[in-house]
């Protein structure tokens, strides 16, 4: 990982959300060049539609800039706060659901055990998500990505692979904890 | 208030969003009631965000940044003007009430002004780009035809006539070339290729291997095409040969024409 310490980051992220708050345009541009691309990677993978993604990641950010003064840096990290608003979002339209409210979302706390905050960060963070994966099984895999990528539950899995509940559900477990080894340190 | 969740896992599952039924509702009322769990979770969330780095990558597309600080600027002028006509407002009385109703409409003309003229300077900057990008490209046919005209005008340069070889497709190519200068120019005709293959040009220089100097696609007229040769390269002779579609690194079909330079 990079130099910067986790304080660093914040204070960075920090800085920006606060000139934000005093309306400054140009903070919102930085955020935006800082982690527009990870959320258009992501949407576009849960979505499959690149007008749709496009819809959403700018919708996300003009959320960012109306509520800026209700997220508090110190409560956890600014880009995993925006892809959780970012999956909650295309997750509802690819299931036809009316997305969340923007409230109920700024009091989702998220904990990213990693810097994200340069672009060597995020790619060295991404050697590692790729090798946790690799450590699971086939089958594993699908049913993780089918649960984060198209937010299926445990029976939807079941159903949609045909697979026994339980083994679905052990499945994932099994998953879970090996990705929980392998990218929390 | 009920206790905490057994199996720590529980909260990346949670987080995940694959739990239903008891399981997801032992987490939702347990965690806001709970401190240390409600890290956990937080925690677990953060773990499963990281999943989203093994999507592939898909940059967005400069428009969206455009739009969104469109969007934003305008916003911040129609809240700077909401905040001008509120101030004359709460002063109350006649002249507050005056104020506002002449700033309302003129914080919401600025508003749309605002949009319309940003819309209108990204529409300009596109359309400049690419009356910019003509601009080169007629340059560069310009250019191209100077130098053909030179070519065609050098008394040094000589004309070489591609002869049809035995049993090939007809046609007729011919091959201006100025040795000084380091160009040719092509032109003529040449029956249609077979399916699946492309006619392909070579210099056939002193020393060394032939040189590529394009593909005739399918045949056909060939509208008259100049050459660069590398410098200081001299030819021996030119040559059309039938290689598979698209082209090859080096000749690898029977040659229909060929034409030495006298």
């Known amino acids: ?42 949407l576009n993978r849960i979505l499959r539609d690149t007008q749709a993604s496009e819809e959403i990641l700018q919708d996300v950010f003009y959320q960012l800039w109306r509520n800026a003064a209700q997220f508090d840096p110190a409560r956890g990290s ?6 959780v608003i970012a999956r909650n979002r295309a997750i509802s339209r ?29 790619q060295q963070l991404l050697g590692r998500v790729k090798g946790a994966l690799e450590n699971l099984s086939s089958e594993q895999r699908a049913a993780i990505e089918l649960a984060y990528f198209e937010g299926l539950t445990h029976s939807e899995i079941a159903s949609k692979t045909g697979d026994p509940l339980g083994t679905v559900k052990t499945r994932i477990r099994s998953a879970v904890e090996s990705l929980k080894r392998n990218l929390s340190s | 208030m009920s206790g905490h969740p057994t199996r720590p896992e529980d909260f990346d599952l949670y987080a995940l969003g694959v739990l239903e039924g008891e399981e997801k509702a032992a987490i939702e009322s347990h965690v806001p009631t709970c401190a240390e769990c409600a890290n956990t979770l937080a925690e677990a969330r953060g773990r499963i965000t990281l999943l989203a780095f093994s999507a592939p990558r898909v940059e967005p597309s400069a428009a969206v940044r455009e739009r969104l600080m469109g969007q934003v600027h305008a916003s911040a002028a129609s809240a700077a003007a909401r905040r001008a006509t509120d101030e004359p407002e709460r002063a109350g009385g006649f002249f507050g009430r005056w104020w506002a ?7 919401v003309v600025l508003a749309i002004a605002t949009i319309f003229l940003w819309t209108e300077n990204a529409h300009l900057s596109r359309e400049l780009a690419r009356q910019r990008a003509n601009l080169e490209e007629q340059k560069k046919q310009l250019d191209e035809a100077r130098h053909m005209a030179d070519l065609l005008e050098a008394k040094d340069t000589v004309s070489v006539a591609l002869a049809v070889q035995p049993g090939m497709p007809k046609g007729d190519v011919r091959v201006r070339y100025n040795s000084k200068m380091g160009m040719a120019v092509c032109d ?5 290729a077979p399916a699946n293959k492309s006619y392909q040009l070579w210099v056939v220089p002193m020393e060394g291997k032939p040189i590529s100097a394009g593909v005739i ?22 040559a059309v040969t039938l290689e598979p579609e698209g082209g090859m ?6 040659m229909v024409l060929v034409g030495p330079v006298s």
């Open chain 1, 78 to 83: 600014l880009p995993g706060w925006l892809a």
């Open chain 2, 188 to 192: 003529g005709w040449v029956e249609p």
């Open chain 1, 1 to 42: 990982m990079s130099g910067h310490t986790g304080v660093e980051l914040r204070a960075s992220d920090a800085a920006l959300i606060q000139k934000i708050v005093g309306r400054d345009e140009s903070a919102l541009a930085a955020l935006y060049d800082r982690y527009a691309s990870l959320l258009s990677s992501l």
């Open chain 2, 249 to 254: 690194p080096q000749p690898t079909g029977p």
């Open chain 2, 217 to 238: 696609d399918r045949g056909g007229p060939i509208n008259p095409w100049m050459m660069k040769l590398p410098q200081g390269m001299a030819a021996k002779a030119f």
């Open chain 2, 101 to 107: 109703a002449v700033l309302v409409p003129v914080g």
């Open chain 1, 94 to 122: 690819l299931r036809r659901h009316n997305p969340s409210e923007g409230g109920e979302l700024l009091e989702t706390t998220v904990i990213v055990p990693a810097n994200l905050e340069n672009a060597l960060a995020q």
